[in-house]
């Protein structure tokens, strides 16, 4: 019996077979071109238009590239320059926030995020008295690192008076480090004076090493600005920066004062250690 044309079998015909396999395609070949042009808008909303922050903003309704951060954010993955550019704004951020002052900022601001970088990485400690001359008192604060800075406590006399030079000893302006790990530096004793500070109404006071170690750096803004030693004492105005010896670390913690210990001691607020 033979079949009609309108019943002819695909199997028996490869013609026939050859059209039924294709149809398929033929109806996908539009949605496989929105899926890749979909992809390329997506892809260009990573990128930021040149004209959208210019004063009349964008000229082109139908811009297909991202007008501000947001809708970068907003468009799926980050092409290597946004990467590079968000990681680059996120470091000088993190920089800005780290070198704060008070004078810079609100207080509030100050105590939040200075403040609080002093007391998570700092272990605040202090001399009182030192060579035991009343009220010539410093601070040790020793880093996670171990590494210590030396300054002016607050409870030292000269912030009773206006600073008006700093001098350093010429050893100590002498000092050389070499390499990545700082070696050569001069060695310091306790007794070691680091600077002689000359006040407005003629005393002159000397500032120890309190603790023994190398020396890694003094403070030379103190030369230019000698203020700096009691208007920001745990920061612009430190004196220098000592390593001392690991062996050595728990006797200076235990020789010297805690900060609870030296604020009862002097009776000071805790907003003057800010």
Partial sequence: MEASGSDSNPILDPTAASEAQDAPNEAEKPLGRKRRRDRKLALKKTQLCRHF????????????YAHGKDEMLDGGAFTVVAQ???????????????????DDATVVDYVARTGSM?????????AADIMDKPLED???????????????????????HTVESVAFESSVMDNKVTGKKKKGGVWLNPDTVLCRVTCSNGEIYAFRSCIRGALIEFNDKLAADPTLLTRKPFTEGYLAIVRPKPVEIAEIQASLLTQDDYMDTRGLPRSRFQ
């Fill in 53 to 64: 922050d210019k004063p009349g903003g964008c000229p082109f309704p139908d811009c297909v």
């Fill in 84 to 102: 590079r550019k968000l990681i680059r704004d996120q470091g000088e951020k993190r920089q800005a926030d780290k070198f704060v002052h008070k």
């Fill in 118 to 126: 002093v007391d998570r990485y700092y272990t605040r400690m202090y």
């Fill in 138 to 160: 410093q601070f040790v604060n020793m880093h996670s690192n171990r590494l210590c800075v030396v300054g002016a406590a607050p409870g030292h006399a000269i912030f009773s």
